[in-house]
Structures are given as C-alpha cells and as structure tokens.
Nanobody, 127 residues
Framework: QVQLVESGGGLVQAGGSLRLSCAASGGTFSRYAMAWFRQAAGKEREFVGTINWSGLSTSYADSVKGRFTISRDNAKKTVYLEMSSLKTEDTAVYYC????????????????????WGQGTQVTVSS
C-alpha cells in the first residue's frame, strides 16, 4: 500500500511560481513512476506530467510544457512539481499519483491507469 500526501498549494498571482511536493510512504518509491494530475471545478481530471522511476525521463501535457517541471528525490521519497508563468487556467486541485508498478517502462497519462492517489492540494491563480 502506498500513501501519498501533497503540499505546497496556495494562492498566487498570474505570472507567479509555486512548487508542489508529494511525499510518499509505503511501497518502494524509488522504483515507481510518479505523475501529477489536476482537476478544475466542474471539469474532468487531466494529466499534467509524469516522471519515470529514475527521474531521467519526463513527459508533460502540452498545456504546461515549458512552464512546469517535475523532479524527484528518491532519498526523500518525494516528487515535486515546479510551476512557473502560472495562468488563471492553471487553477485546480493538483494530485500526485502512482500505479505502483516496479520499474515501469512506460509513462502513463490516463487517470484510470493509476492506482494510488493523494488527497490533492488546491492551487488558485488570480488575475
């Protein structure tokens, strides 16, 4: 069983930056790919980005590419989402997730492919 806890959300002005963290416990964090998703009010959960178990491979949604960066610290069992040049449309609850597959060779983008989720952290970008 893997537990994930996000933190770092808050209120930021458009154009600003924010860093989210996701701390993991249980399981074997260093062997799992990790992902970030977000869900705006009244909308479906959408893929933001993912990082493989080693941290050497990442993939991002087109909407955040060049503005968001995912990284991980396996020693701290934490994955990060650095967000910059934030836009009002980035306002959402942000979730981290993992499918718990050891050394997964693929970077998955569908919420249905992920088994473990955090509780989410709210990010609000004001104009």
């Amino acid at each position: 069983q893997v537990q994930l806890v996000e933190s770092g959300g808050g209120l930021v002005q458009a154009g600003g930056s924010l860093r989210l963290s996701c701390a993991a416990s249980g399981g074997t964090f260093s062997r799992y790919a990790m992902a970030w998703f977000r869900q705006a009010a009244g909308k479906e959960r959408e893929f933001v980005g993912t990082i493989n178990w080693s941290g050497l491979s990442t993939s991002y949604a087109d909407s955040v590419k060049g503005r968001f960066t995912i990284s991980r610290d396996n020693a701290k069992k934490t994955v990060y989402l650095e967000m910059s040049s934030l836009k009002t449309e980035d306002t959402a609850v942000y979730y981290c997730a993992t499918d718990g597959t050891l050394w997964s060779p693929t970077l998955k983008r569908l919420p249905s492919e992920y088994k473990y989720w955090g509780q989410g952290t709210q990010v609000t970008v004001s104009s």
